[in-house]
């Protein structure tokens, strides 16, 4: 059974940077795609950022110059280094893969990570 485990959400004061990890595990064989998305209360939840195994990425226009997607496929890890960060970023962030793993290849999400930004 192949796990996302997010970490690095918290509360920070508008300008501020956060910091977001996912980490997959299990018995895995390759990771192709994975993203961050967020979802704020009473939206739609969103793609924020993706990266693909040959680490082209892809950014909604709302943070396009200030989040950084990156992966570490050594670690099956991927980040979100989120900076100039605003009000309106307040969300939960999910991380989402595409795995092949021992069991199956499919979707796998994370359990989410709240972040707020308010002063």
Same mark, same amino acid.
């Given at each position: !059974? ?14 501020? %940077? ?5 980490? @997959? %595990? &299990? ?10 998305? *967020?979802? @704020?209360?009473? =939206?739609?939840?969103?793609?924020? @950022? @993706?990266?693909? +195994?040959?680490?082209? #990425?892809?950014?909604? $226009? +709302?943070? =396009?110059? *200030?989040?950084?997607? %990156?992966? $570490?496929?050594? =670690?099956?890890?991927?980040?979100? !280094?989120?900076? +100039?960060? =605003? ?10 893969? $595409? ?6 290849? &499919? $979707?796998?999400?994370? !359990?989410? #990570?709240?972040?707020?930004? +308010? %002063?």
């Amino acid at each position: !059974q192949v796990q996302l485990v997010e970490s690095g959400g918290g509360l920070v004061q508008p300008g501020g %940077s956060l910091r977001l990890s996912c980490a @997959a %595990s &299990g018995i895995i064989f390759t990771i192709y795609d994975m993203g961050w998305y *967020r979802q @704020a209360p009473g =939206k739609q939840r969103e793609l924020v @950022a @993706a990266i693909n +195994s040959g680490m082209s #990425t892809n950014y909604v $226009d +709302s943070v =396009k110059g *200030r989040f950084t997607i %990156s992966r $570490d496929n050594a =670690k099956n890890t991927v980040y979100l !280094q989120m900076n +100039s960060l =605003k009000p309106e970023d307040t969300a939960v962030y999910y991380c989402n893969a $595409d795995v092949w793993s021992v069991a199956r290849r &499919g $979707d796998y999400w994370g !359990q989410g #990570t709240q972040v707020t930004v +308010s %002063s």
